[in-house]
């Protein structure tokens, strides 16, 4: 037999199943108090205001971050913004950045050399200056 429940934030009577509260065997009923849509809504809203816990961000950073996380558009291309940046070592914010953008920082280790030697590459020249090799870039010069 199905169940209604009221969520106690927004009131609202849904039926008491797994489709409209989450489950929680903390509770006497076995769901939680609050229904999904009101439980994703709060979760989201804490994302805009507040980085992962495991990024390990301090205190002096979340101003940083909630200004990087009201960007619109990618520091790097200028696409629509969807992450927010941050250095692995020192924690600190560094800006918004599309996705693209971001897994190509990581893929390339957050390393500015390596990214300035294949920008080198993809312009077709030599990492040393000196030879006159053609490296990847434009091989029909």
Not at 64 to 73: D, G, H, N, Q
Not at 95 to 113: A, I, K, V, W, Y
Request: with cysteine; glycine share 8%.
């Amino acid at each position: 037999m199905l169940v209604d429940k009221a969520c106690t934030k927004c009131n609202i009577v849904k039926p008491q199943d797994i489709k409209h509260f989450r489950v929680n065997k903390r509770m006497t009923s076995g769901f939680d108090s609050w229904c999904k849509d009101c439980a994703n809504e709060y979760r989201n809203n804490l994302r805009k205001l507040h980085p992962p816990k495991e990024w390990g961000i301090p205190e002096s950073e979340l101003e940083r971050f909630v200004e990087a996380k009201s960007s619109e558009e990618c520091i790097i291309c200028g696409l629509p913004a969807e992450v927010v940046d941050h250095d692995h070592v020192t924690k600190r914010i560094r800006g918004s950045l599309c996705h693209r953008c971001n897994m190509g920082l990581g893929h390339f280790r957050d390393n500015p050399e390596l990214l300035e030697l294949a920008a080198m590459y993809l312009r077709g020249e030599c990492a040393c200056g000196e030879c006159k090799t053609k490296w990847g870039g434009n091989l029909s010069n």
